[in-house]
């Protein structure tokens, strides 16, 4: 007799939403870097503003990270290096556990990509291109250090690239595995077929005060970035 699968709500609305508009955002800020702008569609003011919108949700995403509910929190995802090697050696044997959570190995990958949208979205802060844009915060530095900061951008945009490809093909392989990464990251709710190692508290309502704290310091940051007068 086949075993009942289980059912689990992990991921809350914020970090579903907070997922999927990061998304759109990094979308739309390599496309005008590549097309610059491509007019009729997104002025070229759209690169910046793409970056002042990453800032806001990685700004919502560390404060929910730390007050949210119990899988929002990042201390349901970052493991130590000896469990994360552990997970490492029992993957490549096949014997990986479930995690209701990012497993070991994907909250690394979790931290890789937010710290390198991070140095992405504030470096640019720093940058102009003396023709169309200025960034706040240009001059604040002194012109060589922007340039510096040029290059690590354009640098940095290659390794997100890279690591953008990593996860996708995390995604790939555990799809292939049963585990519905994209279809979990939709709905907050995840399949398994026995119980995952890493079971938390229920979520609790009380966390929605800290939500909308969250999102005013965000859009307070954000909007001051959107219409700093240049």
Not at 59 to 80: C, H, L, Q, T
Not at 177 to 184: D, F, M, P, R, T
Request: a positive charge.
């Amino acid at each position: 007799m086949q075993n009942e699968r289980k059912q689990l709500a992990v991921w809350d609305v914020f970090v579903r939403l907070f997922h999927w508009c990061l998304l759109a955002a990094v979308i739309i800020s390599f496309y005008t870097a590549k097309t610059n702008g491509a007019p009729f569609l997104f002025p070229i003011e759209a690169h910046a503003q793409a970056g002042y919108l990453i800032i806001g949700l990685l700004i919502f995403r560390v404060i929910w990270g730390v007050s949210g509910p119990a899988y929002a929190r990042f201390s349901a995802f970052i493991y130590g290096p000896k469990d994360t090697a552990i997970y490492a050696n029992a993957l490549l044997k096949r014997r990986a556990p479930r995690y209701a959570s990012h497993n070991p190995l994907g909250g690394w990958m979790v931290v890789l990509l937010l710290l390198s949208l991070s140095f992405q979205a504030v470096s640019g802060l720093f940058l102009s291109d003396d023709i169309f844009f200025q960034g706040p915060l240009y001059g604040l530095l002194g012109r060589d250090i922007s340039g510096e900061l040029a290059s690590l951008h354009s640098l940095n945009s290659d390794v997100l690239l890279i690591l953008i490809g990593i996860h996708v093909a995390g995604i790939i392989v555990h799809a292939l595995q049963g585990e519905k990464l994209v279809a979990a990251m939709v709905t907050g709710i995840k399949h398994f077929n026995s119980e995952p190692i890493d079971i938390k508290p229920a979520h609790r309502t009380k966390h929605r005060l800290f939500a909308l704290g969250a999102f005013l310091v965000a859009a307070g940051v954000c909007g001051w970035l959107w219409f700093y007068p240049y």
